[in-house]
């Protein structure tokens, strides 16, 4: 059978007053789960400098240990040239072997000179490691603080939150697919995520601009379903004003 408007309008008026909850709810914790993202993210990206970082010095370590490896080399060769020097038949072999302790000794002060700027650079890449790991503890412990506020806060409202979740789930089964989907996406353009609103003192109460007259007649009618014509939010009804009556004025008998 299907809804009357009236039905729908109830409808989605319930969904919303069940959402305007949720979002209360929500902006208790602030930015607090934002801020938690942020933070997890950037330690996030901490710890891949981190891992780089590691990952230079031992490449260094390895070119340091490799250099050492090649000085053992040249040194093997020099006192293998120094033998055959003391062999040489001529001043020809005595000149091609000179040059190649030359060589090999020339390698050796070379692969020195790497090592010892290896050394400086692993020296530098530990000291940038000290300072990330004391700026990443600092985010760690402000982090595990964020978290803990945002765990008490969650912890507070959580029934109540799923009670309303729970209820949400009930309420969208009688709302109508396209009108929950209008909804969804009025909802997601307005600020205060109303998408639903009441006519209030004559005027729309999402964007509090005036509502004519006729069509507030139109709107408690509830025949066709209503939109503000300034933010097109749904108008499901008009709030009627509760006029107090002022106390009446003693009379004072004249003397």
Request: proline content about 2%; hydrophobic content about 35%; charged content about 40%.
């Amino acid at each position: 059978m299907e809804s009357t408007v009236a039905q729908k309008l109830d409808a989605i008026f319930n969904l919303q007053q069940i959402d305007s909850k949720l979002d209360a709810i929500v902006k208790v914790r602030g930015a607090l789960p934002e801020e938690v993202q942020d933070l997890e993210d950037e330690i996030a990206g901490y710890e891949t400098r981190l891992d780089k970082f590691q990952k230079e010095i031992e490449s260094y370590e390895e070119d340091i240990k490799n250099l050492k490896e090649s000085i053992k080399d040249s040194e093997k060769l020099i006192k293998k040239y120094q033998d055959q020097q003391m062999n040489v038949r001529n001043n020809r072999e005595y000149d091609a072997i000179t040059k190649e302790l030359e060589l090999q000794d020339l390698e050796i002060q070379v692969a020195k000179k790497k090592i010892a700027e290896a050394g400086a650079k692993i020296d530098q890449k530990k000291l940038d490691l000290d300072d990330l790991k004391a700026v990443m503890d600092d985010r760690q412990k402000d982090l595990d603080l964020k978290k803990d506020e945002l765990s008490t806060i969650v912890a507070e409202s959580e029934a109540e939150e799923a009670k309303l979740r729970a209820d949400r789930e009930k309420a969208i089964k009688k709302v109508e697919e396209r009108l929950y989907k209008s909804y969804e996406k009025i909802r997601a353009n307005a600020r205060n995520g109303l998408a639903v609103v009441m006519v209030k003192r004559g005027a729309c109460g999402g964007c509090f601009n005036t509502v004519p007259p006729q069509r507030q007649a139109d709107i408690r009618e509830k025949k066709k379903l209503i939109v503000c014509e300034h933010c097109g939010r749904i108008l499901a009804g008009v709030e009627d004003e509760v006029v107090e009556e002022k106390p009446k004025k003693k009379r004072t008998a004249k003397a």
